[in-house]
């Protein structure tokens, strides 16, 4: 495989020269080649300068080499956005920190912003300690609508290619929409992660007016006593069933999600929620367990025994595997269980497994844009470059007051105000950040572990039940 060539010590140091080059204004056009690569196959026309007219014929021919992607397929990659933010990215990051396995980005892909402190719901799990009287001694803190404007530009100039905002729950804040907007326009794909209870018609039409593409809800158990009570307060599971059904109806989110959280008394549920999220025309169901972070420290009594979760994620990992192999019916994923996709990649001899536990070769998604054939392709050789937990890598979390997290649930771990000090000064230079990005210093099992690559366990599970980011994933079953 080309990548792995680009490790070797004597290509290394040409391919970072050969990176930041790409990614460089030009001293007489002032344009940046890549960008230009991108813009020239848009519009099938080349845009002369001597100067670095070189620099852009050699960065089509290296990427499309790369990518191995054909005229068309190129053609059709370069029309996504977040495509090409995440290309340039990974070029930056090459250049910042040299090839490795899995590569860290600059700046993030991905950003999850705990946008509020504030929620109408009491989740016995939340890692944010999120309750309606946050607002007594929180909600001073938060950033004002002018300063999360302006966090909004400082992510969508660094090249971040997706803003996804959590909370609390986001719709709290009477300017979401506004701030919703401005993500969009300035180029980033914006979703929300909200528990639904505040969503209906009119709502989900004001969402999709904002330019949210994707809207995760959560929806905890069939049984509406269980998911009431670990929600908190009564009524909350029809209201959240309300929610989804109110933004199904409407279909034009790209992405549908209802998001289940796993426990020892709700795993008899899952089948029953596979097949709500495919009557509804859900596009994926999240299955997360609960993070021993915030008030889920309290209650990891409720995680399941290690033995039980190794047989669900069996048959969780059969139903991912079919899903990508027939495209029928929903995508099944994990969070917070990066294991789930190794054991994805067993079941189909290492042929499918997500990335970052986030992204699938295989989703309509990419097909649409890419084909079947062509995403499968793409997504598959870049595996074990973005593979398993993606915290410092390429993610990273952001705070009510604009604090970086190293992940969104490490609500504890606060690296330095984006406006004081910017994203791309942390990102590149906090030592938690730096320490993450190298896998071999991973101890114990995790590091041994032959699917390193593709898991590493999740870094925040580490960090809250041992007190080190680097320790072995406690969680893991096998």
Not at 189 to 212: F, P, R, W
Not at 441 to 448: E, N, V
């Amino acid at each position: 495989m080309l990548l792995k060539f680009f490790e070797l010590g004597t290509i290394e140091p040409v391919l970072r020269i050969l990176a930041n080059h790409l990614v460089t204004a030009c001293p007489r056009c002032h344009k940046i080649p890549i960008n230009e690569v991108f813009a020239e196959v848009q519009r099938n026309q080349s845009s002369f300068c001597w100067r670095c007219q070189p620099d852009r014929i050699s960065a089509k021919i290296f990427l499309k080499r790369v990518l191995r992607l054909k005229d068309k397929e190129f053609q059709e990659f370069t029309s996504n956005t977040l495509y090409t933010r995440s290309v340039i990215a990974w070029l930056r990051g090459v250049g910042r920190f040299g090839v490795s396995r899995p590569q860290p980005t600059l700046p993030p892909i991905a950003i999850v912003w705990n946008f509020t402190y504030r929620c109408n719901l009491k989740c016995l799990h939340c890692y944010q300690d999120s309750f309606s009287h946050s607002e007594v001694f929180n909600y001073s803190k938060e950033l004002s609508t002018a300063e999360a404007l302006q966090v909004v530009d400082i992510i969508a100039k660094s090249g971040c290619g997706s803003l996804s905002f959590s909370g609390g729950e986001p719709l709290i804040r009477d300017d979401f929409f506004q701030i919703a907007r401005q993500t969009t326009k300035r180029g980033l794909m914006c979703t929300l992660s909200s528990n639904g209870t505040m969503i209906d018609h009119t709502i989900a039409e004001e969402l999709v007016a904002s330019g949210v593409s994707g809207i995760s809800i959560s929806l905890d158990s069939l049984n509406s006593s269980f998911h009431d009570e670990l929600r908190g307060v009564k009524g909350a599971h029809t209201k959240a069933l309300q929610g989804i059904e109110a933004c199904a109806e409407i279909g034009r989110f790209k992405e549908l999600i209802i998001a289940m959280t796993l426990t020892n008394r709700n795993s008899k549920d899952i089948s029953g929620l596979i097949e709500l999220a495919f009557e509804v025309g859900a596009t994926r169901l999240y299955i997360s367990r609960i993070l021993p972070v915030g008030r889920g420290k309290a209650l990891q009594h409720f995680n399941m025994k290690p033995s039980d979760r190794k047989k669900i994620l069996k048959d969780l990992a059969q139903e991912f595997v079919n899903y990508s192999r027939t495209g029928e019916r929903i995508a099944v994923m994990t969070r917070g269980m990066t294991y789930f996709a190794p054991q994805c990649a067993v079941l189909s001899n290492y042929e499918i497994f997500p990335i970052s536990e986030i992204v699938v070769g295989f989703e309509k998604r990419h097909k649409d844009i890419l084909g079947s054939k062509t995403a499968k392709k793409l997504f598959r050789q870049f595996a074990e470059y973005a593979g398993g937990c993606a915290t410092g890598l390429t993610y990273c979390g952001l705070s009510p007051e604009g604090d970086i997290l190293p992940c969104a649930p490490a609500t504890d771990v606060h690296l330095g105000n984006i406006l004081r000090y910017g994203l791309e000064e942390i990102w590149v230079n906090h030592p938690i950040l730096r320490t993450l990005r190298n896998r071999s210093h991973i101890k114990g099992k995790c590091g041994r572990c032959a699917h390193n690559l593709i898991c590493g366990g999740c870094r925040v599970t580490a960090y809250g039940e041992t007190g080190d980011w680097l320790a072995s994933d406690p969680s893991c079953p096998y």
